[in-house]
């Protein structure tokens, strides 16, 4: 058979199979000769048929490496935030950083609850000889009888009991035993009047923190008032 | 490369396009959509295959099918179709064969020597491929690809027979017509 007839595409297409007698030969190269019906296919269409729409494809691509930068940027971020705040935390709170306090910090932790005032106002009370000295001359007697409940019921009277101090607590001490016991302490104790220091114990009972008359604080008050200022002294 | 582009798949097409129609009529009547789902395949494909002629054979082999049995569950689909049944071949008066005839001699094939031919002839496969495709051996398709032309030269030679009667015949008609 003519092999010129063959395709111009593929110059193999009139290759004969190996082998076959002179009879098959011919009749293969005069099937070789008849051609398949054509096809007629549009690539354009093919090719959207394998991706459609292909931009949104790439869209997609797209804004999905965007949303992975910018959470690999907040990641990045966080993580520069930690470190640089652990350094800090590390230089301020360092091994060394107990020597870095303050002395104002320091001091406060030494401060002492006790009420300094109170202290400082009973030194200069003129009880140090009982039933010698006087009040000053410029005190009236009703403020020296106030002046005497007052310390009597409070901050003497919770001395003696070797009760300390604190905020908030209920003063209220017998009232009956004032001035003198009052004198009796401070003679007793050998404590310097004017330095009244924060480490003082005195023994209390707690049967001193309750009230053995029925007397009122008013009726106290207007007993005391109504005597001379050498009975209240 | 990652995939096949449009060019690489029209050579495609121009080269073994109307083969593998061909082929996939062998079990649908509707083998463009056989091929056209193929060559989309194909171009999903990532990286495509070593042998694209081969692959394409393979993947129109298994659209063919799934579209017969389409067409089988479709009946009246089917019955249609076959009314608009297009021609095997381009009809060439300078070929020894008429199209249609050729188209009903590879009808009367048995269906694995009718693949074997189409694969080889108009596929150009080799006997390997082939054996690959029909899930055979090389040799097996070799023997089958010799006893299918054994096959068609007899049927070729009782239509030449019968043409050359027929012609016999209507000189004998005239010569007495006159």
């Not at chain 2, 054979?57 to 089988?72: D, I, K, P, Q, Y």
């Given at each position: ?56 494809q790439a869209n997609n691509g797209v804004s999905r490496r965007r949303r992975y930068r910018s959470a690999g940027y907040l990641v990045a971020s966080w993580v520069c ?121 005195f023994q209390m009972p707690a049967r001193g923190l309750a009230p053995k008359s ?20 | ?178």
């Amino acid at each position: 058979m003519n092999k010129n007839n063959a395709s111009p595409i593929d110059p193999e297409r009139d290759s004969e199979s190996p082998g076959l007698p002179e009879q098959l030969a011919k009749v293969e190269r005069q099937l070789k000769k008849a051609q398949p019906s054509p096809v007629d296919l549009d690539i354009h269409v093919l090719e959207q048929a394998a991706f459609p729409n292909p931009r949104r494809q790439a869209n997609n691509g797209v804004s999905r490496r965007r949303r992975y930068r910018s959470a690999g940027y907040l990641v990045a971020s966080w993580v520069c935030g930690v470190a640089v705040g652990a350094l800090a935390m590390f230089l301020v709170r360092g091994p060394d950083a107990e020597k870095k306090i303050s002395p104002v910090a320091t001091a406060k932790h030494e401060e002492s609850p006790e009420p300094r005032e109170e202290r400082a106002i009973l030194a200069e009370f003129p009880v140090a000889n009982a039933g010698k000295e006087t009040a000053p001359s410029n005190w009236n007697a009703k403020e020296a009888a106030i002046l005497a409940l007052t310390m009597s019921k409070g901050v003497l009277g919770y001395e003696q009991g070797g009760v300390e101090l604190r905020a908030g607590m209920y003063l209220f001490p017998e009232a009956g035993e004032s001035l003198e016991r009052m004198a009796s302490i401070r003679q007793s104790s050998n404590v310097d009047d004017n330095e009244p220091t924060a480490t003082e114990s005195f023994q209390m009972p707690a049967r001193g923190l309750a009230p053995k008359s029925e007397t009122t604080r008013e009726q106290l008050m207007r007993e005391m008032l109504g005597g001379s200022k050498d009975v209240i002294l | 490369m990652k995939q096949i582009d449009g060019e690489q798949l029209q050579r495609l097409i121009d080269g073994h396009g109307a083969a593998l129609v061909l082929y996939a009529r062998q079990w649908c009547r509707v083998a463009e959509d056989a091929l056209q789902e193929a060559l989309i395949d194909l171009l999903r494909q990532a990286p495509p295959p070593d042998r694209p002629v081969a692959w394409l054979f393979h993947t129109v082999r298994r659209r063919a099918m799934n579209l017969a049995r389409g067409e089988r569950r479709r009946q009246e689909h089917q019955r249609r179709a076959g009314r608009q049944r297009e021609a095997w071949f381009v009809m060439d008066p300078d070929a020894g064969l008429d199209s249609e005839e050729l188209a009903s001699m590879l009808h009367q094939l048995p269906a694995l020597e009718r693949e074997v031919v189409v694969a080889r002839i108009w596929g150009e496969l080799s006997f390997e491929e082939i054996g690959q495709l029909t899930s055979t051996s090389s040799s097996a398709a070799h023997r089958r690809y010799r006893k299918a032309l054994a096959l068609l030269g007899e049927m070729i030679s009782r239509e030449e027979d019968s043409d050359g009667n027929h012609e016999q015949e209507q000189r004998v008609a005239d010569r007495s017509g006159t």
